[in-house]
T-cell receptor, first 114, second 114 residues
Framework: SAVISQKPSRDICQRGTSLTIQCQVD?????MFWYRQQPGQSLTLIAT?????????ESGFVIDKFPISRPNLTFSTLTVSNMSPEDSSIYLC???????????FGPGTRLTVL | AQTVTQSQPEMSVQEAETVTLSCTYD???????LFWYKQPPSRQMILVIR??????QNATENRFSVNFQKAAKSFSLKISDSQLGDAAMYFC???????????FGKGTRLHILP
């Protein structure tokens, strides 16, 4: 499977600030996905990011709060804007492939907002 | 809408024994994929096993196998010869063949007793 890295692996931030999370893949992929995992919870899809087009957001997630960039086929960023303690979560990126219709995940970014 | 239900929040098994994790799902579609992911304390989501709904044969990966009952919409995971490294959160997940979105269950935390 593709090797996926995320930066930072963890961070502690003050409320009202923003954090940008990077996701890098070692091969070109068409689709990248961003998930949120709140403490003790399952994963929830934030948005799907295709290169060259606007990200598609799931219900409950808006671009102003979670802007996403996808400048090329190996890289994406997710920004968590104007953070509050409720944004404290693990944020994971995933990509599809090499197995068809199967997603593989990065190591995640643990965000704590004080 | 599709849903995934894992009715066992936690389970324990003695090392070297066999354990089965339950998962049921609800869908009106006939073509889909089912997955089991493992999330150890490192928080990385690791694909354990994948099943295509049109295949009657149950998927197997070394010590991991599934019991896929399409009519009953059941997809349980059997772990044989449990090892300490199997301790993790296990998520059952569903993906329609028509969509990119993966729907996760709430997870089952598996403890391995030495």
């Amino acid at each position: 499977s593709a090797v996926i890295s995320q930066k930072p692996s963890r961070d502690i931030c003050q409320r009202g600030t923003s954090l940008t999370i990077q996701c890098q893949v070692d091969s070109q992929v068409t689709m990248m996905f961003w998930y949120r995992q709140q403490p003790g919870q399952s994963l929830t899809l934030i948005a799907t990011a295709n290169q060259g087009s606007e990200a598609t957001y799931e219900s409950g997630f808006v671009i102003d709060k979670f802007p996403i960039s996808r400048p090329n086929l190996t890289f994406s960023t997710l920004t968590v804007s104007n953070m509050s303690p409720e944004d404290s979560s693990i944020y994971l990126c995933s990509v599809e492939g090499p197995m068809v219709d199967t997603q593989y995940f990065g190591p995640g970014t643990r965000l704590t907002v004080l | 809408a599709q849903t995934v239900t894992q009715s066992q929040p936690e389970m324990s098994v003695q090392e070297a024994e066999t354990v089965t994790l339950s998962c049921t799902y609800d869908t009106s579609e006939s073509d889909y994929y089912l997955f089991w992911y493992k999330q150890p304390p490192s928080r990385q989501m690791i694909l354990v096993i994948r099943q295509e709904a049109y295949k009657q044969q149950n998927a197997t990966e070394n010590r991991f196998s599934v019991n896929f009952q399409k009519a009953a919409k059941s997809f349980s995971l059997k772990i044989s010869d449990s090892q300490l490294g199997d301790a993790a959160m296990y998520f059952c997940a569903y993906r329609s063949a028509q969509d990119d979105k993966i729907i996760f269950g709430k997870g089952t935390r598996l403890h391995i007793l030495p």
